[in-house]
């Protein structure tokens, strides 16, 4: 075990080196020194960040006809976090190491209050545990005052109930039907850290989906296992490793006391198996305390009987930051391989699917020439305004291949002087490294063929 926990660190550092080094994830506010744990997306990262969102969106938006999506406000009437009960419950217990002050959630320090610290190894010297709502609060409009206090939303599922009956009114969909949403959440967690797994603002992809009240527990739990095998293909889509995956299913004393199941989807991190994902079965909770706080009828009416009912909700949530970092474990891989003069040397691939590639496709010109450079042109322009290229043309070639292996791009088209005469280019794929000469008129094609 030590062996693969070390393997693991090693792993950590280079992806954190990997994604700062191409400019995939960088330190946020860092010419002022940072600011907590907080990341930004470089031009790759946003890249793969937007692919991600787009393939969620196309796989269970967009391919499926019994969900929907919405993008609503952040900033919510505070009442709603009154009637979900974020603002009584959204709490972190916080408990603070008494010899040298490092800071963490009581729930995940190892044995808690009797625990040892992670930092200075003081056994069981922690201050009283102290509750922290984790929700950030500012003010509507320029006055400071208690009446205009609102927060961040701290999760992107409770547009979906409070927008339900509007919704199913306009989209006229039969129950069973979801509502999706991908966007921002802020938590003011306790402790951040683990790169992008912990962070104060991140973002969500959430699926409230709702269901006739069910007469059994079968007739729920066939929903549940739908959504477990759902998030299993999406898993698999964006080439996360199910070898690292483990569902968890929660004991009833551990979970929410509406939810009738939960299983949390947890990823083998190098720093230990967290959660990457949730489902649950929320019951009716969530509509009958809006429709409670609201006075307004939340219920749905059935288009052909009139019958009013109200439906019960399976979620499937799921963090985009922790999703790409699970991606980029996953996809981090290193091979020996020998150079043209027959010398060893590592290659570090980014075994990423195209799909999610921030790149599909580089176009490499052998040398800068401009007659060569003219073809190289061309060709980026016309796949261009079909898919991602980046256009390299320094360095050696070698070199510039070994940059797109490990930005994950799955293949490198090259144009030689050879290209002048046969009207031909190279096409290599990223994960065998074969090239084939290809002609450019049926370049396109071939792309288009390899990249779905
Ligand atoms: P944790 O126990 O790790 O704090 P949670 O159970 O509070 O997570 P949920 O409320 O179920 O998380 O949120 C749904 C999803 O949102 C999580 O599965 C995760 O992917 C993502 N998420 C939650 N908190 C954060 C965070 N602070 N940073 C990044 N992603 C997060």
Known sequence: MPKKESKDTELMDKVVRLARNRG????????????????????????????????WWKMFVHERPDVVGIDANIIMNTRTWEASGHIDGFNDVLIECKDCHERYREDELDGGLKGTCEKCGTKAQFTSPASFNTMFKTNLGPIESDDNVVYLRPETAQAMFVDFPEIARVSRKKLPFGIA?????????????????????FEQMEIEYFIEPPKTKENWEKYFNQWLKEIRRWLKAVGVDMERIKEVEIPKNERAHYSGRTVDIEFQYPFGQKELYGLAYRGDYDLNAHEKSSGENLKYRDLKTGKELMPHVIEPSMGVERTILAILLSAYTEEEVKTAKGDKEVRIVLKIPSIIAPYKVAILPLSDKPE?????????????????????????IGKRYRRQDEIGTPYCVTIDFESLEDKKVTVRDRDTMKQERVKIEELRDLLKTKLT
Not at 188 to 201: A, K, V
């Open 372 to 396: 060569l450079r003219k073809i190289a042109e061309k060709i980026r322009i016309e796949l261009g305004k079909e898919i991602s290229v980046d256009y390299d043309a320094t360095q050696s």
């Open 181 to 201: 949403q991908i966007g921002k959440a802020f938590r003011n967690e306790i402790t951040t850290g683990n790169f992008i797994f912990r962070l104060r603002e």
């Open 24 to 55: 995939f994830i960088f330190p946020g506010s860092e010419i002022y020194g940072g600011l907590q744990n907080s990341w930004d997306f470089g031009p790759l990262g946003a890249e793969l960040k937007k692919n991600v969102k787009d393939l």
